[in-house]
């Protein structure tokens, strides 16, 4: 069963969406200025509204393989990813030194 989203809620997604969009393309231009960080917030939640609008994004050679990598990775949710913390992978025991 598919939920669906309230329609306020759809209309603040597509928002964010296209803000992050907005700015990210302003990153192409100027320097310093990151592209990806907010076109991953875009595909977020574009994901979530409107997916057609993730394919273009994702075919744009520089900054669409970061997105894919992102999207199969995860490296921020709850479980970790490749590069989370060994902390959180498995527990290290201490060891104590004769002496």
């Not at 296209?18 to 990153?27: E, F, M, S, Y």
């Not at 994004?57 to 989370?84: D, M, N, Q, S």
């Amino acid at each position: 069963m598919i939920r669906r989203l309230h329609p306020a809620a759809r209309w603040i997604l597509d928002g964010i969406g296209l803000a992050g969009l907005a700015v990210g393309t302003i990153g192409i231009f100027v320097p310093g200025w990151p592209t990806t960080v907010f076109w991953i917030v875009a595909v977020a939640c574009f994901l979530k509204t409107r997916p057609l609008f993730v394919r273009p994004l994702l075919k744009t050679p520089v900054v669409g393989p970061a997105i894919v990598w992102y999207l199969r990775w995860r490296p921020f949710a709850e479980g970790g990813g490749p590069f989370a913390a060994p902390s959180k992978r498995k527990r290290f025991r201490r060891v104590r030194l004769a002496g």
